[in-house]
């Protein structure tokens, strides 16, 4: 049975903790709980995977985006390319629903390096519609193909694809309306769900609403989806989807607390890294945040197919295990804790970064437990997506 939100705005009881208000004692709790049930699960995410051909695209055209734009168009083109990966981009085709859009970035994206004629769906809380002009630029690409596609198979030309913006709160997002092929169950097919931007809670509310809308569209097979995860020191226990799979390893929502709050500790290390290169840029060094476009490494230039993928085991098998194991281990977990102030004193940056890492990717285990279990996924993975930041984990579902 599935937790679903307690509120539809699905913010529930607030479980959030700040880091100050963290204990050591509590953070050697979480570790040592950690070190036992990780024995039991998949080690996540299993690749570091951008396909090459839309990898060195985006390279290409960072330079004229500036480091900062040049980041979003690496993670746009990689998202893009998972997409056509597991085959969501195919002659069958026909919508793609874009999930916390913004100014739809992802959408405009996608239209540009494709042709076929897509209708776009952008979905948000907020309408970003107003004041930028990329639903304009989707609707004029759209209208442009179908006159050269008639023109060239000497048709009569279609109607153009829809460029649909739907502003509602995500806790109340239906989809099932898009879900319109149940009959012949290639909904699937038909169908796509991308995101590059859904922070803390709106990844679990919209797993949620996904959940949902696959049930009452009928018996028809989930759309292909990728969903770039992050902010997970945002998350809360009552809307998080894959609280089901956190209970069932054993671990409880004090412990959920306590990792959500030392979660911000993942980007320690990118910080102090950016402060040496800053530091770099200030003294002269004309080297310090330069890139060579073509100089790809080689383990991020890899493309692979559906086969050499590696996706996750029957998640809720193994945390049945896990929490078994625990339970055992529990009588002796505080034997070895040392005082708070001096825990503190020792654990380094890179430690506290490790640790926030570690907990992210729990934290993304869970959810592709839900997505398993909830929406029948056949393969979920979880994969390292870009280079340029911390927040780099894609949950990728076919």
Request: glycine content about 6%.
């Given at each position: 049975?599935?937790h679903?939100?307690s509120?539809?705005?699905g ?6 903790s700040?880091?100050?208000?963290i ?5 050697q709790?979480?570790?040592?709980k950690?070190?036992?049930i990780?024995k039991f699960l998949p ?9 090459s ?15 900062e734009?040049?980041?979003h168009v690496l993670q ?21 629903i874009?999930l916390?859009?913004?100014t739809?970035r992802?959408?405009d994206?996608?239209?540009?390096s494709?042709?076929a004629?897509?209708?776009?769906i952008?979905?948000d809380?907020?309408?970003f ?6 639903d ?9 193909k ?10 009569r030309?279609?109607?153009?694809p ?12 239906q ?5 319109d092929?149940?009959?012949d169950?290639q909904?699937g097919k ?5 995101s590059?931007h ?9 797993l949620?609403?996904l ?21 997970h020191y ?23 607390v306590v990792?959500?709050?030392v979660s ?22 004309t080297?310090a945040?330069t890139?060579?476009?073509?100089n ?9 197919s559906?086969s050499?993928?590696?996706t996750?085991?029957d998640l809720?098998?193994?945390?049945s ?12 977990l ?7 102030q001096?825990?503190e004193?020792?654990?380094t ?6 640790l926030g890492i570690?907990?992210?990717?729990l934290?993304?285990l869970?959810r592709?437990?839900?997505c398993?279990?909830?929406l029948?996924y056949?393969s ?8 340029r ?10």
């Open positions: 049975m599935s679903a939100p509120r539809q705005d913010l529930g009881k607030n479980s959030r700040k880091v100050q208000n204990t050591g004692e509590q953070v709790r979480l570790i040592a950690l070190d036992v990780s080690k996540v995410p299993f690749q570091e995977i951008l396909t051909q839309d990898y060195i695209i985006g390279e290409a055209n960072v330079d004229n985006q500036g480091e734009g040049g980041k746009e083109v990689s998202i893009i390319g998972h997409l056509r990966r597991i085959n969501a981009l195919n002659s069958e085709t026909t919508r793609a874009e916390g859009a913004g739809a992802l959408s994206r996608l239209q540009r494709t042709n004629t897509l209708d776009h952008m979905i809380r907020q309408n519609a107003q004041n930028h002009c990329r304009r630029h989707l609707l004029a690409r759209s209208e442009k179908v006159i050269e596609q008639a023109r060239e198979e000497k048709t030309e279609e109607k153009a829809v460029i649909e913006r739907v502003i509602v709160d995500i806790g109340s997002l989809l099932d309306h898009y879900f092929n149940c009959d169950g909904v038909k169908t796509l769900c991308m590059k859904l922070c803390g809670p709106a990844c679990d509310l919209t949620h609403a959940s949902r809308s696959v049930q009452n569209s009928g018996q028809c097979p989930p759309p292909p989806t990728a969903i770039a995860t992050c902010c945002l998350c809360t226990f009552d809307s998080f989807s894959g609280r089901e799979f956190w209970e069932s390893t054993g671990l409880s929502e004090e412990d959920f990792a959500t709050a911000q500790w993942a980007s320690l290390q990118e910080k102090k890294n950016k402060s040496a290169k800053r530091r770099k840029a200030e003294k002269g060094d080297t945040g890139k060579d476009s073509r790809i490494p080689q383990q991020h230039a890899t493309s692979l559906d050499e993928a590696s996750l085991p809720f098998s193994v945390a295990l896990a929490k078994k194991n625990l339970e055992k281990a529990m009588e002796d505080e034997k070895d804790f040392i005082p708070s001096e825990f004193r020792h654990f940056r890179e430690e506290k970064s490790l570690r907990i992210k990717q934290f993304d869970s592709a437990a839900f398993q279990q909830q029948g056949k979920a993975e979880l994969v390292i997506y870009t280079t930041s911390t927040e780099n984990r894609l949950l990728v579902l076919h």
